[in-house]
Protein backbone atom coordinates (compact mmCIF):
# COMPACT_ATOMS: atom_id res chain seq x y z
CA UNK A 1 0.00 0.00 0.00
CA UNK A 2 2.28 2.42 1.08
CA UNK A 3 5.72 1.75 -1.13
CA UNK A 4 2.32 2.13 -3.89
CA UNK A 5 1.68 5.55 -2.86
CA UNK A 6 5.83 6.42 -3.31
CA UNK A 7 5.46 5.49 -6.56
CA UNK A 8 2.62 7.67 -7.54
CA UNK A 9 4.37 10.59 -5.81
CA UNK A 10 8.10 9.89 -8.01
CA UNK A 11 6.03 10.09 -11.47
CA UNK A 12 5.21 13.97 -10.58
CA UNK A 13 8.53 14.50 -8.80
CA UNK A 14 10.90 13.34 -11.58
CA UNK A 15 9.53 15.29 -14.21
CA UNK A 16 8.97 18.32 -11.97
CA UNK A 17 12.62 17.89 -10.72
CA UNK A 18 13.54 18.42 -14.23
CA UNK A 19 11.51 21.62 -15.05
CA UNK A 20 13.00 22.61 -11.55
CA UNK A 21 16.75 22.61 -13.03
CA UNK A 22 15.55 24.67 -15.95
CA UNK A 23 14.69 27.32 -14.35
CA UNK A 24 17.21 27.10 -11.56
CA UNK A 25 20.29 27.39 -14.21
CA UNK A 26 18.28 30.40 -15.38
CA UNK A 27 18.60 31.80 -12.23
CA UNK A 28 21.95 31.42 -12.02
CA UNK A 29 22.55 33.59 -14.84
CA UNK A 30 21.49 36.38 -12.73
CA UNK A 31 22.05 37.19 -9.44
CA UNK A 32 20.43 40.47 -9.55
CA UNK A 33 18.30 41.99 -6.65
CA UNK A 34 15.09 44.17 -7.44
CA UNK A 35 15.28 47.37 -5.69
CA UNK A 36 11.18 47.23 -6.20
CA UNK A 37 10.77 44.87 -3.25
CA UNK A 38 11.53 47.18 -0.68
CA UNK A 39 8.04 49.15 -1.55
CA UNK A 40 6.27 45.83 -2.38
CA UNK A 41 6.88 44.65 1.16
CA UNK A 42 5.31 47.73 2.42
CA UNK A 43 2.22 48.02 -0.23
CA UNK A 44 -0.74 48.55 1.69
CA UNK A 45 -2.16 45.61 -0.05
CA UNK A 46 -4.99 43.08 1.85
CA UNK A 47 -6.50 39.65 1.72
CA UNK A 48 -7.21 36.16 0.87
CA UNK A 49 -9.47 33.59 0.55
CA UNK A 50 -12.47 31.70 2.18
CA UNK A 51 -13.42 29.02 -0.02
CA UNK A 52 -16.29 27.28 1.14
CA UNK A 53 -16.44 23.71 2.45
CA UNK A 54 -13.17 22.90 1.12
CA UNK A 55 -12.19 19.30 1.32
CA UNK A 56 -15.07 18.58 3.96
CA UNK A 57 -17.07 16.93 -0.22
CA UNK A 58 -13.44 15.04 -0.59
CA UNK A 59 -14.22 10.97 0.01
CA UNK A 60 -12.70 9.68 3.51
CA UNK A 61 -14.08 11.82 6.23
CA UNK A 62 -16.09 9.35 8.47
CA UNK A 63 -14.45 6.50 7.34
CA UNK A 64 -11.47 4.88 8.85
CA UNK A 65 -9.15 4.34 6.00
CA UNK A 66 -8.04 8.14 4.25
CA UNK A 67 -7.31 7.53 0.60
CA UNK A 68 -3.76 8.66 -0.80
CA UNK A 69 -3.91 11.97 -1.79
CA UNK A 70 -6.66 13.55 -0.17
CA UNK A 71 -7.07 16.82 1.25
CA UNK A 72 -4.43 17.87 -1.35
CA UNK A 73 -2.24 15.68 -0.15
CA UNK A 74 -2.13 17.25 3.41
CA UNK A 75 -2.90 14.40 5.26
CA UNK A 76 -0.26 11.86 3.72
CA UNK A 77 2.45 14.45 4.08
CA UNK A 78 1.25 14.81 8.09
CA UNK A 79 1.19 11.61 8.17
CA UNK A 80 5.09 10.55 6.84
CA UNK A 81 6.48 13.60 9.03
CA UNK A 82 8.76 12.90 11.62
CA UNK A 83 7.14 14.65 14.54
CA UNK A 84 9.10 16.08 17.72
CA UNK A 85 6.37 16.13 20.58
CA UNK A 86 7.47 19.15 22.82
CA UNK A 87 8.93 20.95 19.90
CA UNK A 88 7.64 24.65 19.17
CA UNK A 89 7.86 26.78 16.62
CA UNK A 90 6.78 30.18 17.74
CA UNK A 91 6.98 31.69 13.97
CA UNK A 92 6.57 35.69 13.38
CA UNK A 93 8.19 38.87 11.85
CA UNK A 94 9.71 40.50 15.22
CA UNK A 95 6.99 42.83 15.11
CA UNK A 96 4.68 45.07 18.08
CA UNK A 97 5.11 45.39 21.11
CA UNK A 98 6.57 42.22 22.26
CA UNK A 99 8.45 41.64 19.01
CA UNK A 100 6.92 37.90 18.80
CA UNK A 101 3.66 39.74 16.19
CA UNK A 102 3.19 39.22 12.42
CA UNK A 103 3.38 42.53 10.21
CA UNK A 104 0.59 43.36 8.04
CA UNK A 105 -0.52 44.35 5.15
CA UNK A 106 -3.03 41.85 5.33
CA UNK A 107 -1.97 39.75 2.31
CA UNK A 108 1.89 39.93 3.56
CA UNK A 109 0.51 38.57 7.18
CA UNK A 110 -1.23 36.20 5.47
CA UNK A 111 1.49 34.99 3.95
CA UNK A 112 3.60 34.75 7.03
CA UNK A 113 0.98 32.33 8.47
CA UNK A 114 0.50 29.77 5.72
CA UNK A 115 4.10 29.87 5.48
CA UNK A 116 4.81 29.03 9.58
CA UNK A 117 2.06 26.52 9.09
CA UNK A 118 4.17 24.69 6.32
CA UNK A 119 7.81 25.24 7.93
CA UNK A 120 6.13 24.02 11.04
CA UNK A 121 5.38 20.40 9.34
CA UNK A 122 8.80 20.54 7.64
CA UNK A 123 9.82 20.69 11.44
CA UNK A 124 7.92 18.23 13.14
CA UNK A 125 6.57 20.97 15.84
CA UNK A 126 3.81 22.33 17.43
CA UNK A 127 3.27 25.76 15.84
CA UNK A 128 2.40 28.84 18.21
CA UNK A 129 0.48 30.72 16.24
CA UNK A 130 1.36 34.74 16.52
CA UNK A 131 -0.31 37.94 17.30
CA UNK A 132 -0.77 40.28 14.46
CA UNK A 133 -0.54 43.89 14.11
CA UNK A 134 -3.26 46.10 12.34
CA UNK A 135 -3.31 49.18 11.43
CA UNK A 136 -4.05 52.91 12.81
CA UNK A 137 -7.71 53.14 11.69
CA UNK A 138 -7.06 57.10 10.62
CA UNK A 139 -3.48 57.21 9.60
CA UNK A 140 -3.28 53.66 7.78
CA UNK A 141 -0.93 53.73 5.09
CA UNK A 142 1.90 54.95 7.53
CA UNK A 143 0.77 53.62 11.18
CA UNK A 144 0.23 49.87 9.83
CA UNK A 145 1.30 48.30 12.92
CA UNK A 146 -0.32 50.28 15.81
CA UNK A 147 -1.77 47.40 17.67
CA UNK A 148 -1.33 43.92 18.58
CA UNK A 149 -4.52 41.31 18.33
CA UNK A 150 -5.02 37.85 18.04
CA UNK A 151 -4.81 35.86 14.67
CA UNK A 152 -8.36 35.24 14.83
CA UNK A 153 -9.30 39.30 14.12
CA UNK A 154 -8.52 38.53 10.69
CA UNK A 155 -8.46 34.60 10.11
CA UNK A 156 -11.09 31.67 11.21
CA UNK A 157 -9.12 30.06 13.67
CA UNK A 158 -11.61 27.55 14.62
CA UNK A 159 -12.27 26.75 11.42
CA UNK A 160 -8.31 26.64 11.02
CA UNK A 161 -8.40 23.83 14.22
CA UNK A 162 -11.14 22.07 12.88
CA UNK A 163 -9.92 21.54 9.66
CA UNK A 164 -6.01 20.42 10.97
CA UNK A 165 -7.60 18.29 13.24
CA UNK A 166 -8.91 16.48 10.29
CA UNK A 167 -6.21 16.94 7.72
CA UNK A 168 -3.10 16.66 9.76
CA UNK A 169 -3.73 15.67 13.45
CA UNK A 170 -0.55 15.13 14.50
CA UNK A 171 0.18 19.39 14.19
CA UNK A 172 -0.51 20.89 17.41
CA UNK A 173 -1.05 24.54 17.82
CA UNK A 174 -1.39 27.22 19.89
CA UNK A 175 -2.76 30.61 19.99
CA UNK A 176 -1.88 33.85 20.21
CA UNK A 177 1.67 34.22 21.32
CA UNK A 178 1.46 31.54 23.93
CA UNK A 179 5.01 29.95 25.36
CA UNK A 180 3.23 29.39 28.72
CA UNK A 181 5.00 26.27 30.47
CA UNK A 182 8.19 26.20 27.87
CA UNK A 183 11.15 27.40 29.26
CA UNK A 184 13.92 26.86 27.10
CA UNK A 185 13.96 29.41 23.81
CA UNK A 186 16.05 28.67 21.03
CA UNK A 187 16.85 31.95 18.89
CA UNK A 188 17.15 32.16 15.40
CA UNK A 189 18.73 35.25 13.27
CA UNK A 190 16.27 37.62 11.65
CA UNK A 191 15.59 36.24 8.15
CA UNK A 192 14.73 38.57 5.24
CA UNK A 193 12.26 37.47 2.73
CA UNK A 194 15.27 38.21 0.30
CA UNK A 195 17.23 35.19 1.66
CA UNK A 196 16.72 31.78 0.21
CA UNK A 197 13.55 30.32 1.09
CA UNK A 198 12.99 26.67 2.58
CA UNK A 199 12.29 23.62 0.38
CA UNK A 200 11.80 20.04 1.79
CA UNK A 201 13.98 19.46 4.92
CA UNK A 202 15.31 22.72 4.59
CA UNK A 203 13.62 23.92 8.19
CA UNK A 204 14.06 20.65 9.79
CA UNK A 205 17.73 21.28 8.81
CA UNK A 206 17.60 24.73 10.10
CA UNK A 207 16.27 23.61 13.46
CA UNK A 208 18.61 20.78 13.91
CA UNK A 209 22.15 23.34 13.21
CA UNK A 210 20.32 26.18 15.55
CA UNK A 211 19.94 23.17 18.21
CA UNK A 212 23.90 22.04 17.62
CA UNK A 213 25.27 25.56 17.97
CA UNK A 214 23.49 25.27 21.88
CA UNK A 215 24.86 21.71 22.02
CA UNK A 216 21.38 20.12 22.70
CA UNK A 217 20.08 17.24 20.60
CA UNK A 218 16.28 17.37 19.46
CA UNK A 219 15.83 14.10 20.86
CA UNK A 220 16.08 15.67 24.04
CA UNK A 221 12.68 17.50 23.47
CA UNK A 222 9.76 16.11 24.96
CA UNK A 223 6.52 16.97 26.46
CA UNK A 224 7.86 17.27 29.90
CA UNK A 225 10.99 18.92 28.44
CA UNK A 226 9.73 21.50 25.95
CA UNK A 227 11.62 23.72 24.03
CA UNK A 228 10.13 26.81 21.98
CA UNK A 229 12.15 28.09 18.26
CA UNK A 230 11.62 31.75 18.07
CA UNK A 231 11.73 32.59 14.40
CA UNK A 232 10.87 35.40 11.83
CA UNK A 233 10.81 36.26 9.30
CA UNK A 234 8.54 33.52 7.61
CA UNK A 235 7.73 35.81 4.82
CA UNK A 236 7.87 33.85 1.27
CA UNK A 237 10.22 31.30 3.33
CA UNK A 238 8.78 28.18 1.58
CA UNK A 239 9.17 27.46 -2.13
CA UNK A 240 6.07 25.58 -2.78
CA UNK A 241 7.41 25.21 -6.87
CA UNK A 242 10.86 23.36 -5.79
CA UNK A 243 8.96 21.37 -3.03
CA UNK A 244 6.99 19.78 -5.73
CA UNK A 245 3.57 21.07 -3.66
CA UNK A 246 2.25 23.59 -6.31
CA UNK A 247 -0.90 22.34 -7.13
CA UNK A 248 -1.20 19.81 -3.69
CA UNK A 249 0.11 20.83 -0.76
CA UNK A 250 0.15 24.66 -1.61
CA UNK A 251 -3.30 24.41 -2.39
CA UNK A 252 -4.27 22.64 1.35
CA UNK A 253 -2.85 24.99 2.78
CA UNK A 254 -4.28 27.98 1.35
CA UNK A 255 -7.94 26.29 2.05
CA UNK A 256 -7.65 25.71 5.67
CA UNK A 257 -6.65 29.32 6.39
CA UNK A 258 -9.35 31.11 5.86
CA UNK A 259 -10.86 34.88 6.57
CA UNK A 260 -12.61 35.93 9.45
CA UNK A 261 -16.08 34.20 8.46
CA UNK A 262 -18.09 37.68 10.27
CA UNK A 263 -16.13 39.81 8.04
CA UNK A 264 -17.03 37.75 5.04
CA UNK A 265 -20.40 37.14 6.15
CA UNK A 266 -20.70 41.05 6.04
CA UNK A 267 -19.08 40.82 2.78
CA UNK A 268 -21.37 38.39 1.62
CA UNK A 269 -24.00 41.26 2.02
CA UNK A 270 -22.48 42.90 -1.09
CA UNK A 271 -22.49 39.93 -3.15
CA UNK A 272 -26.22 39.41 -2.72
CA UNK A 273 -26.99 42.76 -3.68
CA UNK A 274 -29.49 42.61 -6.07
CA UNK A 275 -27.48 45.49 -8.62
CA UNK A 276 -24.82 42.50 -9.13
CA UNK A 277 -27.29 40.50 -10.40
CA UNK A 278 -26.83 37.17 -9.01
CA UNK A 279 -22.90 36.81 -10.20
CA UNK A 280 -22.94 38.29 -13.43
CA UNK A 281 -21.31 41.51 -13.00
CA UNK A 282 -17.09 42.07 -13.50
CA UNK A 283 -14.93 42.24 -10.54
CA UNK A 284 -12.33 44.69 -10.81
CA UNK A 285 -9.09 45.63 -8.42
CA UNK A 286 -7.79 48.90 -9.30
CA UNK A 287 -4.98 50.32 -7.19
CA UNK A 288 -5.36 53.88 -7.18
CA UNK A 289 -3.82 54.74 -4.23
CA UNK A 290 -1.30 57.09 -3.43
CA UNK A 291 0.93 54.34 -2.26
CA UNK A 292 1.51 52.63 -5.33
CA UNK A 293 4.32 52.75 -7.41
CA UNK A 294 3.66 53.77 -10.78
CA UNK A 295 5.69 51.38 -12.32
CA UNK A 296 4.15 48.72 -10.12
CA UNK A 297 1.23 49.46 -13.25
CA UNK A 298 -0.31 53.47 -13.16
CA UNK A 299 -3.82 53.87 -12.57
CA UNK A 300 -4.09 55.34 -16.07
CA UNK A 301 -2.83 52.12 -17.48
CA UNK A 302 -4.51 49.35 -15.27
CA UNK A 303 -7.88 51.33 -16.43
CA UNK A 304 -7.07 51.84 -20.23
CA UNK A 305 -6.65 48.16 -20.09
CA UNK A 306 -9.51 47.26 -18.16
CA UNK A 307 -11.91 49.37 -20.08
CA UNK A 308 -10.67 47.47 -23.26
CA UNK A 309 -11.17 44.05 -21.70
CA UNK A 310 -14.61 44.66 -20.30
CA UNK A 311 -15.87 45.79 -23.29
CA UNK A 312 -14.52 42.17 -24.74
CA UNK A 313 -16.23 40.40 -22.10
CA UNK A 314 -19.14 42.39 -23.14
CA UNK A 315 -18.77 41.64 -27.02
CA UNK A 316 -17.96 37.70 -25.93
CA UNK A 317 -21.37 37.28 -24.21
CA UNK A 318 -25.44 37.32 -25.00
CA UNK A 319 -26.51 38.39 -22.08
CA UNK A 320 -26.50 41.84 -20.36
CA UNK A 321 -23.15 42.49 -18.48
CA UNK A 322 -22.79 46.01 -17.96
CA UNK A 323 -22.08 45.95 -14.07
CA UNK A 324 -18.91 46.57 -12.94
CA UNK A 325 -17.82 46.06 -9.87
CA UNK A 326 -14.84 47.93 -8.73
CA UNK A 327 -12.64 47.67 -4.98
CA UNK A 328 -10.25 50.65 -4.68
CA UNK A 329 -9.11 52.39 -1.77
CA UNK A 330 -8.99 55.84 -3.47
CA UNK A 331 -12.82 57.61 -4.26
CA UNK A 332 -11.56 60.16 -7.14
CA UNK A 333 -9.61 57.25 -8.99
CA UNK A 334 -13.16 55.17 -9.05
CA UNK A 335 -14.21 58.15 -9.69
CA UNK A 336 -12.64 58.24 -12.92
CA UNK A 337 -12.68 55.18 -13.89
CA UNK A 338 -16.70 55.51 -14.17
CA UNK A 339 -16.27 58.70 -16.24
CA UNK A 340 -14.34 56.75 -18.69
CA UNK A 341 -17.49 53.93 -18.35
CA UNK A 342 -20.14 55.41 -18.14
CA UNK A 343 -20.39 56.50 -22.11
CA UNK A 344 -20.12 52.77 -23.04
CA UNK A 345 -22.95 52.17 -21.29
CA UNK A 346 -21.33 50.50 -17.82
CA UNK A 347 -22.47 51.15 -14.33
CA UNK A 348 -19.49 51.16 -11.84
CA UNK A 349 -20.51 50.52 -8.65
CA UNK A 350 -18.26 50.10 -4.99
CA UNK A 351 -19.02 48.82 -1.81
CA UNK A 352 -21.02 52.20 -0.74
CA UNK A 353 -22.91 52.39 -3.66
CA UNK A 354 -24.32 48.92 -3.06
CA UNK A 355 -25.00 49.27 0.58
CA UNK A 356 -26.46 52.91 0.32
CA UNK A 357 -29.62 50.93 0.85
CA UNK A 358 -28.61 49.61 3.99
CA UNK A 359 -26.93 52.16 5.91
CA UNK A 360 -26.56 50.13 9.46
CA UNK A 361 -24.75 48.04 7.20
CA UNK A 362 -22.59 50.56 5.14
CA UNK A 363 -21.67 52.01 9.10
CA UNK A 364 -20.49 48.87 9.77
CA UNK A 365 -18.16 48.46 6.80
CA UNK A 366 -16.98 51.75 7.53
CA UNK A 367 -16.13 51.43 11.16
CA UNK A 368 -13.46 48.66 10.16
CA UNK A 369 -9.71 48.72 9.62
CA UNK A 370 -8.25 49.23 6.35
CA UNK A 371 -7.37 45.93 6.71
CA UNK A 372 -10.72 44.10 7.10
CA UNK A 373 -12.29 46.16 4.94
CA UNK A 374 -10.00 44.61 2.45
CA UNK A 375 -11.42 41.22 3.31
CA UNK A 376 -14.98 42.30 2.77
CA UNK A 377 -14.12 43.28 -0.95
CA UNK A 378 -12.78 39.90 -1.15
CA UNK A 379 -15.79 37.52 -1.33
CA UNK A 380 -17.52 40.01 -3.71
CA UNK A 381 -14.40 39.64 -6.57
CA UNK A 382 -13.59 36.41 -5.81
CA UNK A 383 -17.40 35.92 -6.89
CA UNK A 384 -17.46 38.07 -10.07
CA UNK A 385 -18.18 35.99 -13.17
CA UNK A 386 -15.45 37.99 -14.72
CA UNK A 387 -13.01 39.48 -12.45
CA UNK A 388 -9.34 41.51 -13.40
CA UNK A 389 -6.46 43.23 -11.40
CA UNK A 390 -2.47 43.21 -11.61
CA UNK A 391 0.24 40.57 -11.17
CA UNK A 392 2.24 43.40 -8.76
CA UNK A 393 -0.65 43.25 -6.36
CA UNK A 394 -0.54 40.93 -3.99
CA UNK A 395 -4.77 41.15 -3.10
CA UNK A 396 -4.80 40.71 -6.88
CA UNK A 397 -2.48 37.49 -6.47
CA UNK A 398 -4.28 36.21 -4.01
CA UNK A 399 -8.32 36.61 -5.69
CA UNK A 400 -6.43 35.35 -8.72
CA UNK A 401 -5.21 32.74 -6.59
CA UNK A 402 -8.79 31.71 -5.22
CA UNK A 403 -10.77 31.96 -8.06
CA UNK A 404 -8.90 29.63 -10.07
CA UNK A 405 -8.13 27.46 -7.39
CA UNK A 406 -10.66 24.36 -8.58
CA UNK A 407 -8.69 24.30 -11.56
CA UNK A 408 -6.19 21.50 -12.52
CA UNK A 409 -3.37 23.66 -13.90
CA UNK A 410 -2.07 26.28 -12.47
CA UNK A 411 -3.59 30.03 -13.78
CA UNK A 412 -0.22 31.53 -13.68
CA UNK A 413 1.85 28.70 -15.36
CA UNK A 414 -1.14 27.87 -18.04
CA UNK A 415 -1.91 31.42 -19.07
CA UNK A 416 0.27 34.33 -17.27
CA UNK A 417 3.25 33.20 -17.86
CA UNK A 418 4.49 31.43 -21.14
CA UNK A 419 6.69 33.86 -22.92
CA UNK A 420 8.38 35.10 -20.35
CA UNK A 421 11.40 34.23 -18.10
CA UNK A 422 12.44 34.85 -14.85
CA UNK A 423 15.66 36.15 -13.17
CA UNK A 424 16.36 35.85 -10.13
CA UNK A 425 12.82 37.40 -7.74
CA UNK A 426 12.20 39.19 -11.10
CA UNK A 427 10.03 38.07 -14.09
CA UNK A 428 9.90 39.66 -17.49
CA UNK A 429 7.26 39.79 -19.92
CA UNK A 430 7.41 39.75 -23.81
CA UNK A 431 5.02 42.33 -24.06
CA UNK A 432 4.83 44.57 -21.07
CA UNK A 433 1.05 45.57 -19.93
CA UNK A 434 -1.11 43.77 -21.53
CA UNK A 435 -4.08 41.27 -19.57
CA UNK A 436 -3.59 37.62 -19.31
CA UNK A 437 -5.09 35.22 -18.05
CA UNK A 438 -8.06 32.79 -18.92
CA UNK A 439 -11.50 33.24 -20.21
CA UNK A 440 -12.73 34.61 -16.23
CA UNK A 441 -9.68 35.43 -14.58
CA UNK A 442 -7.09 38.05 -16.15
CA UNK A 443 -4.18 40.08 -14.74
CA UNK A 444 -2.38 43.11 -15.98
CA UNK A 445 1.29 41.64 -16.40
CA UNK A 446 3.99 44.59 -15.66
CA UNK A 447 8.23 43.49 -15.52
CA UNK A 448 8.84 43.17 -11.95
CA UNK A 449 9.11 40.97 -8.66
CA UNK A 450 7.00 37.63 -8.82
CA UNK A 451 6.51 35.64 -6.00
CA UNK A 452 4.16 33.14 -7.02
CA UNK A 453 6.18 30.16 -6.13
CA UNK A 454 6.04 30.92 -2.29
CA UNK A 455 2.52 32.45 -2.57
CA UNK A 456 0.07 32.84 -0.99
C1 LIG B 1 -0.75 6.77 8.23
O1 LIG B 1 -2.12 6.59 7.94
C2 LIG B 1 -2.53 5.26 7.86
C3 LIG B 1 -3.97 5.21 7.40
O2 LIG B 1 -4.78 6.09 8.13
C4 LIG B 1 -2.32 4.59 9.21
O3 LIG B 1 -2.68 3.24 9.16
C5 LIG B 1 -0.84 4.72 9.58
O4 LIG B 1 -0.69 4.19 10.86
C6 LIG B 1 -0.42 6.14 9.55
N1 LIG B 1 1.02 6.23 9.76
C7 LIG B 1 1.53 7.04 10.67
C8 LIG B 1 3.03 7.05 10.75
O5 LIG B 1 0.87 7.75 11.39
C1 LIG C 1 3.69 40.99 26.05
O1 LIG C 1 3.99 39.86 26.85
C2 LIG C 1 3.45 39.92 28.15
C3 LIG C 1 3.98 38.73 28.93
O2 LIG C 1 3.72 37.52 28.25
C4 LIG C 1 1.92 39.92 28.07
O3 LIG C 1 1.36 39.99 29.35
C5 LIG C 1 1.48 41.13 27.24
O4 LIG C 1 0.09 41.11 27.06
C6 LIG C 1 2.18 41.15 25.89
N1 LIG C 1 1.89 42.38 25.20
C7 LIG C 1 1.40 42.39 23.97
C8 LIG C 1 1.14 43.74 23.39
O5 LIG C 1 1.18 41.39 23.33
C1 LIG D 1 -25.85 53.52 -24.57
O1 LIG D 1 -27.24 53.43 -24.36
C2 LIG D 1 -27.99 54.42 -25.07
C3 LIG D 1 -29.45 54.32 -24.64
O2 LIG D 1 -29.88 53.00 -24.70
C4 LIG D 1 -27.79 54.22 -26.55
O3 LIG D 1 -28.51 55.20 -27.28
C5 LIG D 1 -26.30 54.33 -26.90
O4 LIG D 1 -26.08 54.01 -28.23
C6 LIG D 1 -25.49 53.35 -26.01
N1 LIG D 1 -24.08 53.60 -26.21
C7 LIG D 1 -23.21 52.63 -26.51
C8 LIG D 1 -21.77 53.04 -26.65
O5 LIG D 1 -23.54 51.46 -26.63
C1 LIG E 1 -13.92 25.22 -5.26
O1 LIG E 1 -14.57 24.02 -4.89
C2 LIG E 1 -15.17 24.05 -3.60
C3 LIG E 1 -15.66 22.66 -3.28
O2 LIG E 1 -16.48 22.17 -4.28
C4 LIG E 1 -16.29 25.09 -3.64
O3 LIG E 1 -16.95 25.14 -2.41
C5 LIG E 1 -15.68 26.45 -3.95
O4 LIG E 1 -16.66 27.44 -4.05
C6 LIG E 1 -14.90 26.38 -5.24
N1 LIG E 1 -14.17 27.63 -5.43
C7 LIG E 1 -14.28 28.37 -6.53
C8 LIG E 1 -13.55 29.66 -6.54
O5 LIG E 1 -14.92 28.02 -7.48
Not at 306 to 315: A, P, T
Not at 412 to 439: A, H, I, Q, T, W
Request: hydrophobic share 40%; aromatic share 10%; charged share 20%.
Amino acid sequence: MLSKQRLWIYVPLVSFALICLLFYSEALTDLHIPTSLNSFDISSDAPLHSDAELTASLSGIGEKIIPPGSFDGLYDLCNTTQWQPGLWLHCHSFCGANRTSICGGLNNARNRVQTCLRLAIDAGAGLIIPSATTRDKLDHMIMTDDRVVCADEFWNIESLKRDLGEQCPQLVLRMCDDRSGIQTVVESDLRSYLNPSYSLGGFREHIESLFEGREMVLEDVSVENPVVVNFGDAYLGWNYRTANEFSTIRKALFKVLKFNQELLDLGAKISKSERLNNGAYIGVHLRGEVDWPASFGSADDQMRLYSEEILRIQNSVSYDISTVYVSCGDQPAIQRFRDILAPLNFTVVDKSILLSSSPDILAQVNALAFDQKAIIEYQTLVDARYWMGLTMSSMSALIAYARTINNTGDLFDEYVYPGSSKNGLNRYYKGNSVMKGDRWTKLMIVNGVDIMDTFP
